[in-house]
């Protein structure tokens, strides 16, 4: 008898290592792409790297390759992505590359998608994974420093980039076999139609439904002086109260009152009606009551510490930043403000909450979109017009829309405003988020993709 460990050697991991590359590389060829470099040839971080001229122009993707099982928290893979992060980070947003990571056995699989998985990922896994890279120690001091110096939106942006196959040598076999068999990875396959998948699913919207409102609405008469312009002085859009025909309409009756709306309002001629019933009574009314809901909203973000603003037509929630010596402000757990003073022209990036509000018979509903506002002060001086294009184009999104992002982001402003509890006092408000129910949605992923066209492209030969 004998015992023979042909995959013990150090020898025998490395044959096998260069055997799984190369079928790696007839794995991304026969899906159209072109080898540029290789690490046998160029040495360096990146095992293989390529491009798709055809569909990406010059992007590239730079594929890492696992033979040995692998721990989605080892020290040398954390020490790789942070090294891959801090190469993306250092290129323009145009010219940043997706990485493929191969793994032949990626130990407790399950744990991976909470990362790399866009249907599973979970806010907990990826603030774990970003603190275990940012603490390595197989990276230098100077890398750590530099990857803590991002913010965890940048380090998500890299990993909507990232994509992960669990894949052996086998399983790669049968993929190149069946891709070779047809013509799904030809370029004009990508500009025909893709079928929707028939599957029946809720979706969160940026939508949220006012479900309770204040009770009472206290109208009187403007005094003498009490304009419009007079009104926008004070800062109407946070004061749950509007100046109309004559007439003040408050979600405060006029003991509660600002001084700068009592002052302007006859406190002999105030009547207290159903707020519901008044908004519903006719449409100028129900125009009246969207701008004191919003106010409603505001002033609670200004409760919160906010900075309320009326940009561009827009209404926008932020938070201010005023100690340049702790770089990053964070409510929550998470980042809202940061402070760039390495360059020039030192300014802040501020994370702010787009608010608007929409009506329909009566009903009323929030919009929510998380936006970036930039200042020189980190207050109210706004870097605005021509000056702001550039701050924005270096901090503009990837090339993909990324919702659980948004999602989360807006889910984080919401917790900021403790919404979604029951109303804490008569002037609140209470809401929920509006759900859609769809029976026909896109492909989840790309495999996904590719069976609905492969599907669609053998239907037609049927």
Same mark, same amino acid.
């Not at 692998?70 to 020490?79: A, I, M, T």
């Not at 801090?86 to 909470?114: C, Q, T």
């Not at 942006?157 to 013509?183: G, N, P, R, W």
């Given at each position: 008898?004998?015992?023979?460990?042909?995959?013990?050697?150090?020898?025998?991991?490395?044959?096998?290592?260069?055997?799984?590359?190369?079928?790696?590389?007839?794995?991304?060829?026969?899906?159209?792409?072109?080898?540029?470099?290789?690490?046998?040839?160029?040495?360096?971080?990146?095992?293989?790297?390529?491009?798709?001229?055809?569909?990406?122009?010059?992007? @590239?993707?730079?594929?890492?390759?696992?033979?040995?099982?692998?721990?989605?928290?080892?020290?040398?893979?954390?020490?790789?992505?942070?090294?891959?992060?801090?190469?993306?980070?250092?290129?323009?947003?145009?010219?940043?590359?997706?990485?493929?990571?191969?793994?032949?056995?990626?130990?407790?699989?399950?744990?991976?998608?909470?990362?790399?998985?866009?249907?599973?990922?979970?806010?907990?896994?990826?603030?774990?994974?970003?603190?275990?890279?940012?603490?390595?120690?197989?990276?230098?001091?100077?890398?750590?420093?530099?990857?803590?110096?991002?913010?965890?939106?940048?380090?998500?942006?890299?990993?909507?980039?990232?994509?992960?196959?669990?894949?052996?040598?086998?399983?790669?076999?049968?993929?190149?076999?069946?891709? @070779?068999?047809?013509?799904?990875?030809?370029?004009?396959?990508?500009?025909? @139609?893709?079928?929707?998948?028939?599957?029946?699913?809720?979706?969160?919207?940026?939508?949220?439904?006012?479900?309770?409102?204040? @009770?009472?609405?206290?109208?009187?008469?403007?005094?003498?002086?009490?304009?419009?312009?007079?009104?926008?002085?004070?800062?109407?859009?946070?004061?749950?109260?509007?100046?109309?025909?004559?007439?003040?309409?408050?979600?405060?009756?006029?003991?509660?009152?600002?001084?700068?709306?009592?002052?302007?309002?006859?406190?002999?001629?105030?009547?207290?009606?159903?707020?519901?019933?008044?908004?519903?009574?006719?449409?100028?009314?129900?125009?009246?009551?969207?701008?004191?809901?919003?106010?409603?909203?505001?002033?609670?973000?200004?409760?919160?510490?906010?900075?309320?603003?009326?940009?561009?037509?827009?209404?926008?929630?932020?938070?201010?930043?005023?100690?340049?010596?702790?770089?990053?402000?964070?409510?929550?757990?998470?980042?809202?403000?940061?402070?760039?003073?390495?360059?020039?022209?030192?300014?802040?990036?501020?994370?702010?909450?787009?608010?608007?509000?929409?009506?329909?018979?009566?009903?009323?509903?929030?919009?929510?979109?998380?936006?970036?506002?930039?200042?020189?002060?980190?207050?109210?001086?706004?870097?605005?017009?021509?000056?702001?294009?550039?701050?924005?184009?270096?901090?503009?999104?990837?090339?993909?829309?990324?919702?659980?992002?948004?999602?989360?982001?807006?889910?984080?402003?919401?917790?900021?405003?403790?919404?979604?509890?029951?109303?804490?006092?008569?002037?609140?408000?209470?809401?929920?988020?509006?759900?859609?129910?769809?029976?026909?949605?896109?492909?989840?992923?790309?495999?996904?993709?590719?069976?609905?066209?492969?599907?669609?492209?053998?239907?037609?030969?049927?």
């Amino acid at each position: 008898m004998a015992l023979t460990n042909l995959l013990g050697e150090r020898e025998a991991l490395a044959k096998n290592s260069e055997i799984y590359g190369d079928k790696v590389q007839e794995y991304m060829e026969a899906m159209g792409y072109y080898i540029t470099e290789t690490s046998p040839t160029h040495g360096g971080l990146v095992d293989q790297k390529y491009e798709l001229p055809e569909i990406w122009g010059d992007r @590239e993707v730079w594929v890492e390759l696992k033979w040995t099982d692998q721990r989605r928290h080892g020290k040398k893979f954390l020490e790789e992505m942070g090294k891959y992060f801090l190469h993306y980070m250092d290129r323009s947003p145009e010219k940043r590359f997706d990485v493929a990571i191969f793994g032949r056995n990626l130990e407790n699989f399950k744990e991976w998608r909470k990362i790399f998985d866009v249907t599973k990922q979970t806010d907990e896994a990826i603030q774990e994974f970003y603190d275990r890279v940012c603490e390595n120690d197989k990276l230098s001091d100077e890398h750590r420093r530099k990857i803590k110096s991002y913010s965890m939106d940048e380090f998500e942006e890299f990993l909507s980039d990232t994509h992960v196959y669990q894949a052996d040598y086998d399983s790669l076999l049968m993929k190149i076999e069946e891709f @070779e068999k047809d013509d799904r990875f030809k370029p004009d396959f990508f500009q025909r @139609e893709a079928e929707p998948i028939t599957d029946r699913s809720k979706l969160t919207t940026n939508l949220v439904e006012i479900t309770e409102y204040p @009770e009472t609405l206290y109208i009187g008469d403007q005094v003498e002086g009490a304009t419009q312009e007079v009104a926008f002085k004070i800062r109407p859009f946070t004061v749950p109260a509007w100046f109309k025909s004559n007439k003040v309409y408050s979600l405060l009756p006029p003991e509660e009152m600002s001084k700068a709306v009592r002052q302007f309002i006859d406190p002999d001629t105030v009547e207290e009606i159903g707020f519901r019933s008044w908004v519903k009574a006719d449409q100028g009314n129900a125009d009246i009551g969207k701008r004191l809901i919003r106010a409603v909203v505001l002033s609670k973000g200004e409760d919160r510490g906010c900075i309320a603003i009326n940009y561009r037509s827009d209404y926008h929630l932020y938070f201010p930043q005023e100690d340049p010596e702790a770089e990053v402000r964070k409510e929550e757990g998470r980042q809202v403000s940061r402070y760039f003073g390495d360059g020039d022209s030192p300014f802040y990036r501020h994370h702010s909450l787009r608010i608007g509000i929409l009506e329909y018979s009566g009903q009323y509903f929030l919009t929510l979109k998380p936006a970036i506002l930039f200042t020189s002060n980190g207050k109210e001086n706004r870097i605005t017009g021509e000056q702001a294009k550039p701050l924005h184009d270096r901090f503009s999104p990837s090339r993909h829309g990324n919702n659980r992002k948004t999602r989360s982001r807006i889910n984080h402003w919401w917790k900021i405003l403790d919404y979604g509890d029951p109303k804490q006092d008569e002037l609140d408000i209470g809401t929920e988020p509006v759900m859609l129910e769809v029976n026909k949605r896109p492909p989840r992923d790309t495999d996904e993709r590719d069976d609905a066209m492969q599907n669609k492209w053998l239907g037609e030969f049927q």
